[in-house]
């Protein structure tokens, strides 16, 4: 029971450890090439299914993507769980950086905060077009009537979601369920972004949305608290209330956690027009709240780096030195 007890406080030791390496190789290197990249393969995997997808009747439409959306996230963990077991043989010396060199696809903070910063500095310098070009890399939304302020509106509500989606949510899958869980919620997250929206592929992307949405439930609230607990006292308990407030304003059952707390730290009110308002008593945002929400996404990933690095080598102290049973 002891020897168990001290495998399993082991094994947290080197998955936080670990973490935090693919984190700090995020910082330096940011993402491989698109011909190297896994979720890339999990896209075009999808999009082999996704053309052969049934049209009609809906009820044969969810059927299908209810196997595809199964079978893709079952195969993902299965691949992923074979490399965790073939990296699990070597020496203690290559395990971490093999390992962490696995898990950093899995997901993007380097690249999430370039792409906003895209967007900002055309924005800071009055060139609309050149904004809503660039904002297209993170939203899915047409941008093209959309102003200045709703521009910096998008690209905060895209960089607070996707704090959650692309960051927290692959870090606490791996956590709980090492290289395999970390896989499967990114293949999960990656379908719903094919499929799981209203209108062509409403029916075959049922699944896909749901089981997005039930992954995502404790990431999305982590990190609202998250910006609230980095944004100092004040703010964070406006973050706070605004994410309670607001949270089911927009469709997302999920969503509107993180985006909602942005918009009280940041005192802003996030508008998507004709569908939610976040914030509202808020200023329109500007470019130099993209900067702030930038910060913000940096702090709060900043931190959960040096907090499982710091745990993790304390974990493992403990177990290898300090006696722990």
Not at 67 to 93: D, E, F, S, Y
Not at 142 to 153: C, E, H, Q, R, Y
Not at 287 to 309: E, F, Q
């Amino acid at each position: 029971m002891i020897r168990r007890g001290r495998t399993r406080t082991i094994l947290v030791a080197d998955r936080l450890l670990t973490l935090a390496a693919a984190a700090l190789l995020d910082w330096l290197v940011g993402e491989p090439p698109p011909a190297m990249h896994p979720v890339v393969w999990i896209g075009r995997f999808a999009n082999g299914w996704i053309r052969h997808a049934p049209v009609r009747p809906p009820v044969v439409e969810f059927a299908f993507g209810l196997v595809a959306v199964t079978t893709t996230v079952g195969l993902t963990a299965t691949i992923a769980a074979t490399a965790a077991r073939l990296v699990q043989r070597l020496p203690l010396a290559c395990r971490l950086p093999v390992a962490a060199l696995l898990l950093k696809p899995s997901f993007a903070h380097r690249e999430l905060l370039r792409a906003a910063e895209r967007v900002r500095l055309p924005l800071e310098r009055g060139d609309l077009p050149a904004a809503r070009t660039a904002l297209s890399d993170l939203v899915s939304r047409d941008p093209s009537t959309l102003g200045a302020s709703s521009i910096a509106a998008a690209a905060i509500q895209s960089l607070a979601e996707n704090a959650a989606d692309s960051v927290v949510a692959p870090w606490l899958a791996f956590i709980v369920g090492g290289l395999p869980g970390a896989y499967a919620y990114r293949a999960a997250n990656t379908l719903d972004a094919m499929v799981g929206y209203r209108g062509r592929y409403e029916h075959l992307g049922k699944a896909a949305a749901r089981l997005d949405d039930l992954v995502n439930l404790a990431p999305a609230r982590i990190t609202a608290a998250g910006f609230a607990a980095t944004a100092g006292p004040i703010r964070g308990r406006n973050a706070l209330a605004v994410a309670r407030r607001d949270h089911g304003s927009t469709p997302s059952p999920n969503g509107g956690w993180p985006m909602a707390a942005m918009a009280g730290a940041l005192g802003v009110r996030l508008e998507k027009v004709g569908h939610y308002s976040l914030g509202d008593g808020g200023r329109p945002p500007s470019a130099d709240d993209i900067a702030a929400a930038r910060r913000a996404v940096t702090k709060l990933v900043l931190g959960a780096t040096v907090g499982c690095a710091v745990a993790g080598a304390g974990l493992l102290y403990r177990e290898r030195f300090g006696g722990g049973t």
